[in-house]
T-cell receptor
Framework: GQSLEQPSEVTAVEGAIVQINCTYQTSGFYGLSWYQQHDGGAPTFLSYNALDGLEETGRFSSFLSRSDSYGYLLLQELQMKDSASYFCAVSLTGYSTLTFGKGTMLLVSP | NAGVTQTPKFRVLKTGQSMTLLCAQDMNHEYMYWYRQDPGMGLRLIHYSVGEGTTAKGEVPDGYNVSRLKKQNFLLGLESAAPSQTSVYFC?????????????FGPGTRLTVL
């Protein structure tokens, strides 16, 4: 089977930088995705890494190390609206589905 | 574009009752998915479809059935609801094999089974 581990909660202040880690154990790993979900609303796609390295999209960046089975989501210049749950998800070679982690709740305070 | 829509938004059922959740997308996406989300459990895949007329089981398929008779619609059925099926149900869609990592989600259906 597959397993993903991410912290249940992370707190930070406005303007700071926060990193949300995700470690995974899978066979046939293909890529790692990140999703954001506000207050139980619809999850929204943030980023995807299939290769090692950093992908940057505005204030958000995502990193992957395939050799370490590890990735992270980096949020810079935190804003109050970034308070949400963040999920990592793995995709496997030969499949058309995602397996999600349990999510990390990010609380941004003034 | 409405994107992905789900009907109904809320529903309360009694144990043993049946119901169908409807998911519709207007993006001409090939792949569609049904997830359930429970507190502290993240999103778990129930069933999915990679095209009209096809369906496949996900991680937690027991107690659910699905149908994809039209490309734009994906129906999730509960034949005999149980309290363990109290959850928030999300539908998602994506263009196809080259982009299934980027899924577009509906607003969810909040189901309570008494």
């Amino acid at each position: 089977g597959q397993s993903l581990e991410q912290p249940s909660e992370v707190t930070a202040v406005e303007g700071a930088i926060v990193q949300i880690n995700c470690t995974y154990q899978t066979s046939g790993f293909y890529g790692l995705s990140w999703y954001q979900q506000h207050d139980g609303g619809a999850p929204t796609f943030l980023s995807y890494n299939a290769l090692d390295g950093l992908e940057e999209t505005g204030r958000f960046s995502s990193f992957l190390s395939r050799s370490d089975s590890y990735g992270y989501l980096l949020l810079q210049e935190l804003q109050m609206k970034d308070s949400a749950s963040y999920f990592c998800a793995v995709s496997l070679t030969g499949y058309s589905t995602l397996t999600f982690g349990k999510g990390t709740m990010l609380l941004v305070s003034p | 574009n409405a994107g992905v829509t789900q009907t109904p938004k809320f529903r309360v059922l009694k144990t043993g009752q049946s119901m169908t959740l409807l998911c519709a997308q207007d993006m001409n996406h090939e792949y569609m998915y049904w997830y359930r989300q429970d507190p502290g459990m993240g999103l778990r895949l129930i069933h999915y479809s990679v095209g009209e007329g096809t369906t496949a089981k996900g991680e937690v398929p027991d107690g659910y059935n699905v149908s994809r008779l039209k490309k734009q619609n994906f129906l999730l059925g509960l034949e005999s609801a149980a309290p363990s099926q109290t959850s928030v149900y999300f539908c998602a869609s994506t263009r196809g094999q080259s982009s299934y990592n980027e899924q577009f989600f509906g607003p969810g259906t909040r189901l309570t089974v008494l």
